[in-house]
């Protein structure tokens, strides 16, 4: 059966290998390692960017629309055309780092300390499931990536259905509510969202270990920053749905 990821730029025929490539020109987990760290540098520093500018008092919602669609764009060419990942993921970081930069920065103005909060929250979740992946406490079985993948695309389902809705003045109930089950509905999203670092690390080691192309280390760490920034971004929703509970 073919392996199955929450992530859809993380997929089972991303890493299957259609030729033979010499040893150092193959994918390597150190190598993907460093160019995840890479990756996250570009992000936060755009992010900072973007966050200075709003509270120079700048406009940054512009920015945020520009870079949250630019980076969307990029991201479908990535996951369609994974040799473009060296080029394009570094661009990618710098869009999606203006997007969270100015949604962080809003969010902050409302409730402050929240990012700090969420950015350390995010930390410590990769940290614990990596830590779960690597002692195997938790096994990306068929079963498990399957459930993943379901849990997952439901949530893309309610998310599209919500954006229709509000198209048409229609609030999804509960979904951006900060009473209980609004709270339980985000806490749902956040543990789906986490259980799909167990799902890239597995995905990543396949192909390091099945000797990918060296550029799928950019590709790999592209699909690691989309699971963690998905899970950045919920988790700021939740600690604010708390937050307006106060």
């Not at 570094?90 to 402050?112: K, N, Q, R």
């Not at 609004?182 to 690390?201: Q, T």
Request: glycine fraction near 8%; charge should be neutral; charged fraction near 15%.
């Amino acid at each position: 059966m073919i392996g199955r990821s929450g992530n859809p730029t993380l997929r089972e025929r991303t890493f299957e290998r259609p030729e033979s490539y010499q040893s150092g020109n193959t994918m390597t987990l150190g190598g993907t390692v460093n160019k995840s760290f890479i990756t996250l540098i570009i992000l936060l520093a755009s992010a900072f960017a973007t966050w200075m500018r709003y509270f120079e008092g700048y406009e940054v919602v512009q920015l945020a629309y520009i870079g949250g669609i630019a980076a969307f764009v990029v991201a479908l060419i990535v996951s369609f055309a994974p040799k473009s990942s060296p080029f394009l993921v570094p661009v990618y970081a710098v869009l999606e780092g203006m997007f969270l930069g100015a949604i962080s920065a809003t969010y902050e103005s409302l409730f402050d300390g929240i990012v700090m909060k969420a950015a350390l929250l995010t930390a410590c979740v990769f940290l614990a499931l990596l830590l779960i992946y690597k002692f195997q406490i938790i096994k990306a079985t068929e079963n498990f990536k399957l459930g993943v993948f379901a849990a997952t695309g439901g949530i893309a389902l309610v998310y599209l259905a919500s954006m229709v809705l509000r198209w048409f003045n229609i609030e999804m109930p509960y979904l951006h509510e900060g009473n209980l089950i609004g709270i339980g509905i985000s806490v749902v999203i956040v543990i789906v969202a986490a259980l799909n670092l167990v799902l890239d690390f597995d995905f990543i080691e396949k192909g390091a270990e099945n000797g990918s192309p060296k550029y799928m280390e950019w590709y790999g760490a592209f699909g690691l920053m989309v699971t963690l920034v998905w899970l950045y971004l919920e988790l700021l929703r939740l600690l604010a749905k708390i937050n307006s509970r106060d």
